[in-house]
């Protein structure tokens, strides 16, 4: 039972070699570390024949991965199923494959398959690190795995942390003395979990009350609890994006992967600031704020999930997992952890993969051991948010050139060209949330949200606002909209400035009247209202709003840049661009690519993702192996810090122009 | 990181085996876990050539283990140094030894050694299994490894699980943005500890405060604290003996082993009963008793904590470490998990192996995260403290036939031939603690703790009495003395009867008046007090009372006897017989053999052994491979159940008479 407790090391991937066999292979370093790969790629190729079983073909896929992966990662997060209940911790014995070329024997192996299996190259493909190029056969499933799509039409094979085993146990007599726990764990034959204090205290109990008919709880490799009877059937968990404005609440059923309740609202540290760096600079300014910043998350959190607990008919206690999604300093405050290393150069993190906490680390009253997981960031400025939206979007999954941007105050930059991946991060300022724009808001009712310039029609200025509601003022899209449709018609020039007023009459008469000014600014007026309307408050657009925007898309744009040349790429190259982000989202691709915050592209290339980060989430919840795929990103991507580069300043300002 | 922070499973011993090995050694069987081993006992054999490096001729060692155990914990219980600073965890790379024969070869193995240094034998002895018979040659020390005496004779080679390193890290720039905790792990060349939350809230600010030179405080594998400046000269740990009537606390210096201070106290629990089962009841009739019994043990633990603290002038958060030793029971209470299985048939524990917890989960206020190490235990009643105990006295390092014996109202019994280790309870009840002795009282003041009687002395019976007091009963040892005096001189028949007055007259004149009669009861008067004493009781030793003592002895007799025959032992087999425990250790070894109470052998094979269990508790905390040894002991002993064997009652009777 020791063993059981104390993790065996060796129920998981890796291994020990035989030295003739390390000579035979010439491997004097360990698999997964070897220096310089064959092809000149950071990644191993793996090409799977999957049998049908029936009278179908066997189906071929090659997929690459960073060396040191496991087979069963490598076909899991790539939609290929192999039988397994253990989800990849070696206990069920149940993932066998058909390896071609030598490939190390685990002890696991030896439990499992005869002399001549092996020698036929069977193994458990949880235990196989693919170090080289691999063949591998897999055999017909024996159980239809469930699966589920999550995130950019990503296919997720159901495998959650969150498991349910229900046992009925033979009574305890003299001749039989084993000890509850080994009594419980005996009966679950694939998964081996360790026990908390809390589940000791009321094993005992529960074991008797219910004529030692129970339901094991486990959470990955711990078991957080034991139910009376089977309630096999409930498994809850909850996702969290938590954003520095909004906060998104999914309450899933990880069973089937079907959310039950979503629900979302403003972050409640808002009071502290509308961007991290305010929000850092409070804590660094009080000392309380830090505890308070990290109440106002938690109260943030608890009040979702009571929420969609409450709307799906779920009992709290019943939530044994949440998984979090936040930017780096969202992270930090919600675990009290100390964020001003992350507000100033040169921008550290405390770690970038979060400890194992409980949901009532959080601030939660879920079920008292409900476990949290965090993801990991990769820079301060490039958070668990996005490695959460490249899970979404299967960022290191696909074998397309892909640019991820995720717009905002600040704007994170992924690129990927299937086989290296960079990220970086570029500060935008808040022209996007409205701030520092005259006329600027947020995506409220009232907002102007699309702008159409049409100098010879009727109606020379459409508008299209959020609610039913008169123009009150312009958010992130309308901005952009705006602009690039006054580029368009000739308004503004390619520097950003207004064109004369006589230049703007033979252009486009229609509109000339509605560049003008206030005060000594120059304006153009986008909405003025009906003379017998209640209000009497223009919607505008000023030069300097224009210029706003100028420095937002450029610091975008040199980000992205740099990152292409980085991998030596042309702007032709970009097979697919994925605006995510609350605002990204709303974005219209043609102005996007019309003031060249994304690439010139042909539009069909430009999509919105939407709130990956939430789906991200969603996905940490019913896939242990998309869990391990996070962390493996952090070895994967590299983080390309722009605040030291010398050129910068340089592309910035060749980025202004329209 | 990721892979510091989520424990790396090639970093332990095991691993796996290439196929063509596999069959070239037959081993189709995991490593440790051969069916039956070649010379038919439970143990392979290791035999070690210890380089002096010196002119000093090296030294030949063999030693028995259980197959599976590490090369570097076989040497390290038999009292042979290897080199190494991570304490076996194969994070340090130094146990460096050389193997005869083949022997896997980790990934470990191929970052520390050369090609033509692997071929030759050399390995890394915490990550070889000893799964045959080996032959080890170990280099001489680079370090001398400090040691200390504990338990029964014990060198413990010092190893703490609590480490401590100071380092000085370099400041983070924009070139070098790695994290808090990568940058200070990366520091640590030898351990690769996972941070708890508590940490890495304080780690920013600490770093920062200290400009980055700082103590990183680890226990086991777990970073529990970073502290400003350089604090390894202060680590201190405390052990402590939870017994059922008394706790013992020892503040331990682990760097040397040294103990700063020592306390002990009556268990706050005792007015919940005097025995284990009575506290097992009370929380059978009471649902509050179980949280008062736990908040009781804390209480009690608290005290003791503060007072050696105070002694020592130790800050008590300066304690990072407790190890604790108790019965199934005890140790069940202070962790508040229901005690009831254990007081019914068929006896059974909620689980062996207590799992990881705080000190603070114990009621102890030491450092907030302090951790807390608990004894495994063998059966509901050969719990942790005999485990400690067989720890402290190296029941399973020595190759002597040697029986255990802890003697009390539960008495345990362990056995061991020097390749089988039995274990079994029995129930003597509380003769021993003066329960249900007329006269009986605890070894306190006024206790008569030795008896001899001089028939033709002038004065015929001789007292010693605990303490500058008159005689005011009889405590354990003083029971035990009487009765066997009482035999000696042939007062008491063979079958424990006193004998007819005429015959007393006949054998012991000067004794014989002292055989008198209480109402219809016949007692011994051992004490008659002065004319003008302020007392007028007597102390006697009643029928009754030496009754209560044959079933008492005759339980324990009864225990070892068994113990014996299924060892297929004779008395004269056993080398040395461990009395231990509080009573234990007082018990007049000539007086033990006479009453049968240990089997029939020269008096200088009976050794009072002491306090073995706080001994055990002190070497956990100096020694991780120590711990590891106790659970190892849970796989190499072998409990037996008296209570459904359906000879015990005829042998009980066998026992009965001296």
Same mark, same amino acid.
């Given at each position: 039972m020791t063993d059981r407790a104390t993790h065996d090391p060796t129920e998981l991937p890796g291994g020990d070699f035989f030295i003739d066999e390390v000579r035979r292979e010439g491997l004097l370093e360990p698999p997964g570390t070897e220096a310089v790969p064959h092809d000149g790629t950071g990644r191993v190729e793996l090409s799977f024949t999957v049998e049908t079983g029936g009278d179908a073909p066997a189906t071929e896929r090659s997929v690459r991965v960073p060396p040191g992966v496991t087979v069963f990662?490598?076909?899991?997060?790539?939609?290929?199923?192999?039988?397994?209940? #253990?989800?990849?911790?070696?206990? #069920?014995?149940? #993932?066998?494959?058909?390896?071609?070329?030598?490939?190390?024997?685990?002890?696991?192996d030896l439990r499992t398959f005869t002399r001549e299996q092996l020698d036929d190259g069977w193994r458990l493909a949880c235990l196989v690190q693919a170090t080289r190029d691999l063949r591998v056969d897999v055999p017909p499933l024996t159980t239809r795995p469930k699966a589920a799509t999550v995130g950019v039409g990503r296919q997720v094979i159901l495998r959650p942390a969150l498991q349910k085993r229900y046992v009925e146990l033979d009574e305890p007599t003299l001749a039989d003395q084993r000890t509850d726990l080994d009594r419980l764990l005996a009966a679950i034959d694939d998964l081996a979990p360790t026990p908390d204090l809390h589940v000791l205290r009321r094993l005992p109990r529960v074991l008797r009350e219910a004529d030692f008919k129970v339901t094991a709880v486990i959470v990955d490799e711990t078991l957080v609890d034991v139910e009376p009877g089977d309630t096999t059937g409930r498994r809850h968990a909850i996702a969290f994006d938590l954003g520095t404005t909004t906060v998104v609440a999914t309450l899933l059923d990880v069973t089937t992967g079907t959310p039950l309740a979503v629900a979302s609202m403003l972050n409640r540290q808002q009071p502290f600031g509308g961007d991290v760096i305010t929000r850092i600079s409070a804590t660094m300014l009080d000392p309380r704020a830090l505890d308070r910043l990290r109440a106002a998350a938690g109260e943030t959190l608890a009040e979702l999930a009571a929420h969609v607990c409450d709307e799906a008919g779920v009992d709290p206690a019943e939530v044994h997992e949440v998984a979090l999604a936040g930017n780096a300093t969202m992270t930090a405050l919600a675990l009290g952890i100390d964020p001003e290393p992350l507000g100033v150069a040169p921008f550290v993190m405390s770690t970038p993969q979060p400890p194992a906490v409980l949901a009532s680390d959080l601030g939660l009253s879920l079920h008292p051991r409900a476990r949290a997981y965090l993801f990991p960031a990769l820079g301060a400025y490039v958070g668990g948010d996005i490695v959460a939206g490249m899970l979404a979007t299967g960022m290191d999954r696909d074998k397309r050139t892909r640019l991820f941007i995720d717009v905002g105050t600040n704007c994170e930059i992924v690129l990927s060209d299937g086989e290296r991946i960079l990220s970086t991060a570029a500060p935008a300022g808040p022209a996007f949330e409205g701030g520092a724009i005259r006329c600027g808001m947020r995506a409220a009712d009232g907002a102007v949200e699309v702008v159409k310039l049409v100098p010879d029609g009727d109606e020379p200025v459409v508008l299209s606002v959020i609610g039913d509601a008169e123009p009150r003022g312009l958010c992130g899209s309308g901005l952009v909209d705006a602009v690039s449709e006054l580029v368009r018609v000739g308004l503004l020039d390619a520097s950003g400035r207004f064109v004369p007023e006589e230049r703007a009459a033979e252009i486009a008469p229609a509109l000339a009247d509605r560049l003008t000014k206030i005060g000594e600014e120059r304006v153009f007026v986008l909405f003025r209202p009906h003379p017998d309307s209640k209000t009497d408050e223009c919607v505008v657009l000023s030069q300097r709003d224009v210029r706003e925007l100028q420095f937002a898309k450029a610091a975008i744009s040199t980000g992205w840049t740099l990152l292409l040349e980085e991998l030596g790429l042309e702007h032709r190259d970009v097979q697919q661009v994925l605006l995510a982000g609350s605002f990204g989202s709303y974005l219209s691709p043609a102005s996007a690519i019309r003031i060249g915050l994304v690439p010139k592209l042909p539009v069909l290339r430009i999509v919105s993702a939407g709130n990956v980060a939430g789906e991200g989430a969603k996905m940490a919840l019913l896939s242990v192996r998309e869990r391990a795929g996070a962390r493996t990103l952090l070895e994967e991507v590299t983080y390309v810090e722009l605040s030291d580069r010398t050129d910068f300043n340089d592309r910035f300002v060749e980025q202004l122009s329209f």
């Open positions: 990662d490598s076909a899991s997060w790539n939609g290929i199923a192999i039988d397994s209940t #253990c989800g990849g911790h070696g206990t #069920c014995h149940k #993932c066998r494959v058909r390896i071609e070329g030598p490939s190390p024997v685990s002890r696991h």
